[in-house]
C-alpha cells in the first residue's frame, strides 16, 4: 500500500528564533520547536539533561507508606520477596531491587512467574507457593500488582505485608497492599504517569535510601544508586515507554552508565550481542532486549534474571549464549507464525472492508503472539490481534494498534465477549473462550471503524523537516545525537529533500539492502536503504525520506543519510 507521505508542522519564525538565540542548526531548531521547546532555556534543558532535575521520589502515589514499610524491613532484617515479570522491564525491575535490598543488609529473593503455568501478574497459587517455599515477612511486586486483589488478600491472610510498586493501567479495583506505588494513580497531567516499571522500582529504591541515610544508615551511605542507572536504561527503552521528561534523564544516564558497566551479565550479553562500538537505544530495543525476553516468551525468565543479577566474571558467557539460543529459537518460532498468520489473511483481507485482523490458532506459543502482532500491523497497516489458544479451547491474545485507534477502548466495546483484558492504547493483553473469537473479529472489526477512517489507516510516511542536503553536515549530527536517546514520545528525525538524484547505480549488500550515492543541491552524501534491493526506484528526481547517523567503517567516519522511502519528486509542499 503507498504511503502517505506527511509533513510534521512547525512554527517557522520560532526555529529561526532559537537558531539565532541559541547558535544551534536551523535544522535542528525546527525539530525541537516542532516538539514543544519554545525557550532556550528549554532548549538546553533538552539537549543536557541532569540527574539532578529528577523530581522527589515522594511525589509518586502512596510512596511515603511504601518506604516506610520497606525501610523497616531492612532496619528489622527481614526476609523480603520480590514478586516481578518475566518481560524485561520486569526482569530488570526485580534485579534492582533484589541488588538494592542485599547491598542494604536484607536477605531478599526474587520470584519471576512462569509466563504458562503462572500467567501473568501477580497471582493467588504462586503467591502461595511462594510464602510456603521462603517464608518472607514483606512481599514488593515489580512492574505488577495494581489491580491483584484476591492475591494481595491472600498473603495478608498468610501474614505477608505486600507493597505494590507498578506502572499498568488500574481497572475498576485496586489492590489492598500496604501501598500501591503506580504513577497512574495520581495526576491525569504529571509526566512521571509514563515511568517504566523499573523507573517506579528505582523510586522507591531512591525513597528508601533517602529516609535511611536521614536515619544515618552506614550501608546506605555507602550505595550509589547511580551505578544500577544501566538496569533502569534497559528496562525503559525496552518496554517502549515515552523517551521524555523523567525517562529521558534515565535512559540518558542509564545509557552512558551502561557503556562502563561493571556488571559481568551486561558485559556477557554485550559480546554475545556482537557489540562493539558505543550502545545507544538501538541495542537495548534490539539487540540486548530480545535476548533478554526470549527465555521469558519461551518459558521461565529465571536465566535472564540470573545474568542480570550474576556477579561471578567466569560464568556468565554461558548463560549469555544460552538466553542468545532461546532468542534464535523465538525467531524460527515467530517466522513460522507471521507465514501461518499472512496466508490466513492474505486468504480474504480486503483492505476497504476489514479495519482490524484478528487470528488464532492452537499451534501457536503465546510467548511470541505480541511480536507477531507487531509485525501485522507493520504489514498491514490495521489494528492486529494475535491469540494462542490452549488444550482447553483458552485463547490467549496480544493485541497491537496504529496510531489513531485506542486499543484498550476498543475492547472495552468487546468486553461481554472476553474473560479479561487490559492495557494501553497502542497495546494490550486480551483472554477469551475460542468459540468467541468470530464475533469478537467482528466487533472489533466495527468498532475500529466507527473511530478510524480508512485514508487514517493508511501507512504514513512522516517527514520532520525538508532540509537542503547540504544542511546534513556533522554539526547537525552532533546536535542530533545530543537530541538522544530516541524512541516513543522522542522519535529519531526523519528529514526530506527534494529533487535528489542518485549518482551511477545502486549497489546491493547484504542480498536485500541498498548503498546509494545521493546528490542534492550540490552536495553528495552515501545512503543505505535497508531492505530495498527489490523495491524499483523512480526515474527523474526524487523525494528522499531519511534519518542521518555517523557511519563508521574502516577506521573513518562519514554522514551517512538511512533511507526511509523514495518517491518521484513532487513540486508542491505536503
Known amino acids: 500500500m503507498e ?111 512462569h509466563r504458562v503455568d503462572d500467567g501473568y501478574g501477580l497471582a493467588v497459587e504462586p503467591v502461595e507457593r511462594c510464602v510456603q517455599d521462603h517464608q518472607p515477612d514483606c512481599l514488593v511486586t515489580v512492574d505488577c500488582g495494581t489491580g491483584s486483589v484476591e492475591a494481595v488478600q491472600r498473603a495478608q491472610e498468610l501474614g505477608v505485608d505486600v507493597i505494590v510498586t507498578d506502572h499498568h493501567e488500574p481497572g475498576d479495583k485496586v489492590a489492598p497492599a500496604c501501598a500501591v506505588v503506580n504513577p497512574k494513580l495520581g495526576d491525569a497531567d504529571d509526566p512521571l504517569r509514563h515511568l517504566a516499571g523499573v523507573g517506579v522500582a528505582f523510586k522507591l529504591c531512591h525513597a528508601v535510601l533517602k529516609l535511611l541515610r536521614d536515619e544515618g544508615h552506614a550501608l546506605a551511605e555507602q550505595l550509589d544508586l547511580r551505578a544500577h542507572l544501566d538496569l533502569v536504561a534497559v528496562g525503559t527503552i525496552a518496554d517502549m515507554v515515552p523517551l521524555v521528561a523523567e525517562n529521558r534523564v534515565l535512559a540518558r544516564y542509564g545509557l552512558i552508565e551502561l557503556n562502563r558497566t561493571r556488571k559481568p551479565g551486561l558485559i556477557a550479553l554485550r559480546e554475545v550481542a556482537g557489540i562493539s562500538g558505543p550502545m545507544d537505544a538501538y541495542h537495548i530495543g534490539f539487540l540486548l532486549g530480545p535476548r533478554l525476553n526470549a527465555a521469558g516468551r519461551l518459558g521461565t525468565a529465571q536465566q535472564a534474571l540470573e545474568l542480570m543479577l550474576i556477579e561471578d566474571e567466569g560464568h556468565p558467557f554461558a548463560i549469555a549464549q544460552e538466553l542468545d539460543a532461546a532468542n534464535k529459537e523465538r525467531q524460527k518460532i515467530e517466522l513460522a507464525m507471521i507465514e501461518q498468520a499472512t496466508a490466513a489473511i492474505d486468504a480474504q483481507f480486503d483492505p476497504r472492508q476489514h479495519y482490524a485482523l484478528v487470528v488464532g490458532s492452537r499451534e501457536w506459543h503465546p510467548g511470541v503472539i505480541g511480536i507477531v502482532a507487531s509485525r501485522l500491523v507493520n504489514r498491514y497497516a490495521r489494528p492486529a490481534v494475535v491469540i494462542a489458544i490452549d488444550e482447553d479451547g483458552v485463547g490467549r491474545g496480544s493485541c497491537r494498534s496504529v496510531g489513531p485507534f485506542h486499543m484498550v ?155 526511509q522511502a523514495i518517491r518521484a519528486s513532487t513540486a508542491g509542499a505536503d
Open 409 to 563: 477502548e476498543g475492547l472495552g466495546d468487546c468486553a461481554d465477549l472476553l474473560e479479561r483484558f487490559g492495557g494501553h492504547a497502542m497495546a494490550a493483553g486480551l483472554q477469551l473462550a475460542e468459540g468467541q473469537i468470530e464475533a469478537f473479529r467482528d466487533r472489533l472489526n466495527a468498532a475500529v471503524r466507527e473511530r478510524v477512517s480508512l485514508e487514517e489507516l493508511r501507512p504514513r510516511q512522516r517527514i520532520d523537516a525538508w532540509i537542503s542536503l547540504r544542511e546534513a553536515d556533522w554539526t547537525l549530527v552532533e546536535c542530533l545525537e545530543k537530541m538522544a536517546p530516541f524512541g516513543l514520545g522522542n522519535t529519531k528525525p526523519i528529514w526530506g529533500v527534494r529533487g535528489a538524484q542518485v549518482l551511477g547505480e545502486p549497489r546491493v549488500v547484504g542480498q536485500k539492502h541498498l548503498k546509494l550515492d545521493i546528490l542534492h543541491d550540490n552536495t553528495s552524501l552515501g545512503a543505505i536503504a535497508f531492505n530495498m534491493a527489490g523495491e524499483a526506484i523512480p526515474d527523474g528526481p526524487l523525494d528522499i525520506a531519511f534519518q542521518l547517523d555517523r557511519n563508521r567503517f574502516g577506521g573513518r567516519e562519514t554522514v551517512q543519510l538511512k533511507v
Open 3 to 113: 504511503k502517505v507521505w506527511l509533513t510534521e508542522s512547525g512554527d517557522a519564525a520560532l526555529a529561526e528564533g532559537l537558531a539565532s538565540q541559541t547558535g544551534l542548526p536551523l535544522a535542528a531548531c525546527r525539530i525541537l520547536a516542532s516538539r514543544g521547546l519554545a525557550e532556550p532555556e528549554a532548549v538546553d534543558a533538552w539537549l543536557q539533561p541532569r540527574l539532578s532535575r529528577l523530581t522527589d521520589p515522594f511525589r509518586l502515589p502512596n510512596m511515603a507508606a511504601a518506604t516506610e514499610r520497606l525501610a523497616a524491613a531492612v532496619r528489622q532484617n527481614e526476609t523480603v520477596l520480590v514478586y516481578g515479570d518475566y518481560d524485561v522491564d520486569g526482569v530488570t525491575s526485580t534485579a534492582l531491587m533484589i541488588r538494592v535490598l542485599r547491598a542494604l543488609g536484607v536477605t531478599a529473593i526474587p520470584f519471576l512467574p
